[in-house]
């Protein structure tokens, strides 16, 4: 059975780090895309960047390039969001999503779907 | 880049048939993706290239793309459709993923 399992809930004052995961299991780690997905509180679903486990190839959308870092462990699976400085926007729902890699007939949608880590931001 | 414009809300009688439209620049040339999203949970693939089901996804969910429109049928609507839905494609141009706003589905 495929899976994403998430990091747990953080509270972080203004200022601080964070670094949030994503362990794959149930299928092959280096054959699919992990991406980054954002919602903050009533709102719609942003992209925010993707990892390719098998050379660690990443591609940030601009909204959030420069201000958090996509990364990953392919020895354990595992994806990683993290944040060197957050500030109160960043309070939201993360989530990270499996996508089939070019050419195969997975490409391009986003098959499966942890169950999100909420990020709170307050002082 | 790329944008996706969805109407903000559609409303639909039990049983009857709710369509969401998600519009951008000659969308037909792209292939659409559509997602359900119910409160509190993650959301979940429902249609994949244009038209296709994932497994458990029922066939009286279907998709459509043409011209500058692509268009989500849900048939026969009942209380437990009522969720947000989103379109989304890919931008060759850019390789990012774009989303559109999402649409709130309420059953009256």
């Not at chain 2, 692509?70 to 990012?96: F, K, M, N, P």
Request: glycine share 12%.
């Amino acid at each position: 059975e495929v899976q994403l399992v998430q990091s747990g809930a953080g509270v972080k004052k203004p200022g601080e780090s964070l670094k949030i995961s994503c362990k794959g299991s149930g299928y092959s780690f280096t054959n699919y895309w992990i991406n980054w997905v954002r919602q903050v509180p009533g709102r719609g679903l942003e992209w925010m960047g993707r990892i390719d486990p098998r050379d660690s190839y990443i591609s940030y959308s601009p909204s959030f390039q420069g201000h958090v870092t996509i990364s990953l462990d392919k020895s354990i699976t595992t994806a990683y969001l993290q944040w060197s400085s957050l500030r109160a926007s960043d309070a939201a729902m993360y989530y990270c999503t499996r996508m089939g890699r070019e050419y195969t007939s997975s490409f391009g949608f986003h098959d499966y779907w942890g169950q999100g880590t909420l990020v709170t931001v307050s002082s | 880049s790329y944008v996706l414009t969805q109407p903000p809300s559609v409303s639909v009688a039990p049983g009857k048939t709710a369509r969401i439209t998600c519009g951008g620049n000659n969308i037909g040339s792209k292939s659409v993706h559509w997602y359900q999203q119910k409160p509190g949970q993650a959301p979940v693939l429902l249609i994949y290239y244009d038209n296709g089901r994932p497994s458990g996804i029922p066939e009286r969910i279907s998709g459509s793309n043409s011209g500058n429109t692509a268009t989500l049928t849900i048939s026969r609507v009942g209380a437990g459709d009522e969720a947000d839905y989103y379109c989304q494609v890919w931008d060759s141009v850019t390789e990012h993923v774009v989303f559109g706003g999402g649409t709130k589905l309420t059953v009256l």
